[in-house]
């Protein structure tokens, strides 16, 4: 099991409750267990809003809206620390609340989700076409997923 440091900022009137810490950082290291990284890792997440993630997805990708969880990897070691710098997440509170709601699991299982999602990336998973590295991606959401919530979602009739 990877010891994970967390450093966590939240911008633009985000709140960052001690029970999202602990959600991410779960979500997080259920990641880092299941692809067998032992090392210890860092990883820092920003919770930000709509409005916030837009700037940054138009800065950083030429995407000129809103998304839901924007990944930057790094993949090196800390000389100071040892930790491997897995990179920064960027988490749209906004839109997980909404996804959650849209989905019908709410925004709780949204951030676990885009959490998992989101280190995967980091990790070096990808998405760019409908080919094999989107349906391995997908595979391994899954099997994370059923890992953190192992009963399922319960979702509102």
Same mark, same amino acid.
């Given at each position: 099991m990877a010891k994970l440091k967390l450093?966590?900022?939240c911008e633009n009137g985000v709140k960052c409750p001690w029970s999202l810490r602990r959600r991410i950082k779960k @979500? @997080?290291?259920a990641v880092l267990d299941a692809e067998e990284i032992a090392d210890p890792c860092e990883l820092s997440v920003l919770l930000t809003d709509d409005e916030g993630i837009h700037v940054l997805n138009r800065e950083f990708r030429e995407v000129d809206r809103p998304t839901d969880v924007l990944s930057f990897p790094m993949g090196d070691a800390d000389p100071r620390t040892g930790r491997l710098l897995l990179g920064d997440m960027v988490l749209n509170v906004d839109r997980?609340? @909404?996804q959650g709601a849209e989905?019908? =699991?709410?925004?709780d299982h949204e951030i676990s989700y885009l959490?998992? =999602?989101s280190v995967l990336h980091l990790l070096g998973y990808d998405h760019v076409d409908e080919g094999e590295m989107k349906r391995a991606m997908r595979a391994r959401e899954k099997v994370i997923?059923?890992?953190l919530e192992p009963n399922g979602i319960r979702t509102e009739d």
């Open positions: 450093r966590l900022r @979500a @997080a290291g997980a609340a @909404a989905f019908g =699991h709410g925004a959490t998992v =999602h997923m059923k890992i």
